[in-house]
């Protein structure tokens, strides 16, 4: 398998280097072996300080498996997770330390809080967890739920059932802050809300942003919401990424035909732009037991036999903006390589 590498930023808070992650399912037979199924493949990148890196794809390809990964929720098969330059080991003791500097926001904002907890009590969990006096704690909890708009002597004594889904994914951003956090995990946690609540959520995490100097890593099948966030985009399919650069290139000039066919499947409101056939066809294959080649080439119409035979090296279009597809490689034999 060809390794993708990473760009590198300067001054980097978090890398992931060789990351990978199968899980074993059962055969279709009694006497079957398991199969595997391959979630994440070879995913390395690097977050600058203070940068937001937005990560894409269609349900399925390895976005909520890779911030598993990221947290330490799943165990890795293979690769390294570093914190400003440091390993992160797999000790309590280190694991706890590391979560105290990495927090993550879910899609399912009532799954993440306890129901017999008040919003006080959850937001005090962590802090309390972790060494802080519970007065401590509660002031800060306080503070934190009026940093995300909410009034905490309206709030703060409700449960989660007593507030709408909007509040509820506040409480989520004011707890993950809880613990002065250096890096924020953002998994689908937008998708939930409606439009004008989405927009007042996208902006309260951007002046979280820059009020406490955080670095985000945002998870989203909305491309439109990627990209008004995120400084860097990294276009993921079956587990492996195949497009990564800043924002502006991978909007503007993408180059991976399935990063094409994701931004042709936005809508448009002008007349003009009308879809007249599906930019992409097909099913994405199973992610059990993969072939050698590239997995979207059933789905592309430039698949040629190099497609099939091994999966693509990263092909640097700009200092910031790299592929890994046959086509932007002139070196690989592809018919209609530039």
Known sequence: MTKLKKIDFP????????????????????FEKPKQVYAVSDFSFTLAKGSTMGIVGESGCGK???ARLLMNLIKPDAGVIKLEGNVVGESRAELNAFRRDVQMVFQDSSASLNPRLTIEQSIMFGPVVHGMEKAVAKEAAHAFLSKVGLEPRRFANRYPHEVSGGQRQRINIARALALNPKVVIFDEAVSALDKSIEAQVLNLLMDLKEEFQL?????????????????????????????????????????????????ASLPSSDPNFRTLEPPIVGDPPSPIDLPPGCGFGPRCKFQSDIC???????????????????????????????
């Open 308 to 338: 099939n035979a091994q999966f693509p090296p990263r092909t640097d279009l700009s200092e910031h903006h790299s592929v890994a597809c046959h086509l932007s490689d002139p070196s690989s034999g592809h018919p209609q390589s530039r």
């Open 64 to 66: 909520s498996s890779t």
């Open 11 to 30: 001054t980097p808070i978090l890398e992931a280097e060789g990351l990978s992650k199968t899980f074993q399912v059962r055969g279709s037979g009694f």
């Open 215 to 263: 670095s985000y890593i945002f998870i989203s099948h909305d491309l439109n919401v990627v990209r008004y966030i995120s400084d860097h985009v990294l276009v993921m399919y079956l587990g492996k990424i195949i497009e990564f650069g800043r924002a502006a290139d991978v909007y503007e000039r993408p180059s991976h035909p399935y990063t094409k066919a994701l931004l």
